[in-house]
């Protein structure tokens, strides 16, 4: 997204800029790491209470991994649905380590302000820009996730329900490093392969066990197979994220797991693999093999309803003196759910920065205002 025609004004940034900026230091200040449920809470309280001020009527649905939270914003025709996250990647105690607030200039950073507490923000911002002009705005539908960083096992019902009804959707994840759009996201797997074996000693009897450590090896060269196979419609990424297993050196290993995740460009490959994965079988007579499905985010492959709303986004962000583009990412994300669902459908509307993850996060704060006028005024044309 071009960063100069239609940059907010110094008359702008000082009459919303302190707001923003305040209410982006509370956010990045309560550290909210996944599954940590009393963190959750306490965001998405400070959030609900923003979005009631800004007239929304707003529902908190707490779960074990914490509270998901849906405002509806009244305003004309079939709501437009926001969608974003408030779980971080970020332990507690980032913020006085490697990841401390700071803000230099247009830059702020700390732990997930770039994912994607700025986006939620920018959803904000917009609806409170149009405070009072319910007649003129589309309807707006929010919901924000408390388990996207891990896959959303627990909010995927809700992303479902929410996207009953609505014109389209919109996610504000990072845009690709030059402020595009993403429209299309691989598909996203969690997969958990576990082996149970018998302990022995491995020199008085290692015939007497079964090494779960050596079954789990033979497993993963399966794995390879099955993802790497040529026949295969598209390019499958498989990395192996964790291993663990055994108790020492002189011990045949009782048990071992891994934890791969996959990526899928398309639904034929994403279920060719999936279920050659499951129908995986023990090399060993003694050993037992379980595989489980973590998290599932299916392939999103852009469609013409998602290019089609990408098309009607660019054109309002043209008469903003603006250039909007869009294309597909590697990354999945909770978009890939609404997206497959046949909803019109694009992501990385979030501000740019960098550092997504990684001790260097960061956002720009006027990138945050521009992406809240664009969609205030896609809220009135759209």
């Not at 060993?284 to 998602?306: C, F, K, N, Y």
């Amino acid at each position: 997204m071009n960063q100069t025609p239609g940059t907010p004004s110094a008359a702008d940034l000082e009459a919303d800029g302190p707001r923003l900026l305040e209410r982006l230091r509370r956010l990045v200040n309560l550290e909210t790491p996944s599954r940590d449920a009393e963190a959750s809470a306490r965001i998405n309280e400070l959030l609900a209470a923003w979005w009631r001020a800004a007239g929304a009527e707003v529902t908190l649905h707490v779960t074990p991994a914490g509270t998901h939270l849906v405002a509806e914003v009244p305003g004309r025709g079939e709501p437009l649905l926001l969608v974003g996250h408030s779980d971080t990647v970020w332990p507690v105690g980032s913020l006085d380590g490697e990841v401390p607030w700071l803000v230099d200039g247009d830059t702020v950073a700390g732990p997930g302000v770039f994912d994607m507490k700025s986006g939620l923000l920018v959803m904000l911002e917009a609806v409170d820009r149009l405070r009072g002009r319910e007649a003129q705005r589309r309807a707006v539908r929010v919901v924000v996730v408390c388990d996207e960083e891990i896959g959303s096992p627990e909010s995927r019902p809700l992303l479902e329900r929410c996207g009953q009804g609505v014109v389209a959707a919109i996610g504000f994840e990072s845009p690709h490093p030059d402020g595009a759009l993403k429209v299309g996201r691989r598909g996203s797997t969690r997969v958990r392969i576990a082996v149970t074996g018998k302990a022995a000693h491995a020199a008085l009897d290692p015939d007497g066990g079964v090494s779960a450590i050596d079954e789990l090896v033979d497993q993963l060269a399966a794995v390879r197979a099955i993802t790497g196979d040529p026949t295969l419609a598209s390019e499958v990424l498989c990395n192996s994220g964790t291993i663990q297993g055994g108790t020492r050196a002189n011990v045949v290993s009782a048990h071992a797991e891994a934890e791969l995740g996959l990526r899928f460009m398309d639904g034929p490959t994403e279920e060719r693999v999936l279920t050659a994965l499951r129908g995986l079988t023990p090399v060993r007579e003694r050993a037992q093999l379980e595989v489980e499905i973590l998290s599932h985010r299916p392939a999103w492959a852009p469609s013409a309803g998602d290019t089609a709303f990408a098309g009607t986004l660019s054109r309002v962000a043209a008469g903003l003196g603006l250039t909007l583009e869009g294309r597909p990412a590697a990354g999945a994300g909770d978009t890939n759910l609404v997206g497959s669902l046949g909803i019109p459908t694009v992501d990385g509307f979030g501000p740019v920065g960098a550092g997504a993850h990684a001790v260097t996060e960061r956002a720009s704060l006027a990138s945050m205002h521009q992406r809240a006028e664009l969609l205030a005024q896609v809220l009135l044309e759209f």
